[in-house]
C-alpha cells in the first residue's frame, strides 16, 4: 500500500457555475466527497493553500484507488499525483547506491 502526494488546483476551464447558490451547492457535494473520503480513512489529510484555488491531499491505497479519487473531482480540479518514499527507505537506498558506487571506483 503507497502514500500519494496530490497537489490540487482549480481548473479555469471547467464550468463553473456563475449563480452564486448553485456554486454554493457545487462546493456542499466537493465537499461531501472529501469528507466522505477522509472518513474512510482514504485521504489522511487534506488542506489548501493560501491562494484559496490550489491545495494537497495526502491519500493512502494503491496507484488505481489514487486515480479514481482524483478523477471523481474532474473536471473541476486538475491534479499533480506523487508517491511518496517514507525518509527511512529513501535513505536506505541512498546508502546502497552509494556503496555501490564506492565498489564500481575501486575496480
Keep these: 500500500m503507497g502514500r500519494f502526494l496530490a497537489i490540487w ?6 464550468p463553473w457555475p456563475t449563480d452564486p447558490s448553485k ?3 457545487l462546493n456542499e457535494l466537493l465537499f461531501a466527497a472529501v469528507h466522505d473520503l477522509m472518513a474512510k480513512g482514504e485521504i489522511v489529510e487534506f488542506g489548501w493553500f493560501p491562494n484559496g484555488t ?5 491519500s493512502i491505497g494503491e496507484i488505481t484507488d489514487v ?3 482524483v478523477s471523481m473531482f474532474q473536471p473541476y480540479f486538475l491534479s ?3 508517491e511518496i518514499i517514507p525518509y527511512e527507505k529513501g535513505k536506505e537506498i541512498n546508502r546502497e547506491i552509494l556503496q555501490m558506487r564506492i565498489a564500481m ?3
Design 80 to 82: 499533480d499525483v506523487h
Design 23 to 25: 456554486a454554493a451547492e
Design 54 to 58: 490550489s491545495g494537497y491531499a495526502i
Design 67 to 69: 486515480f479514481r479519487r
Design 9 to 14: 488546483r482549480q481548473n479555469p476551464a471547467a
Design 105 to 107: 571506483a575501486k575496480k
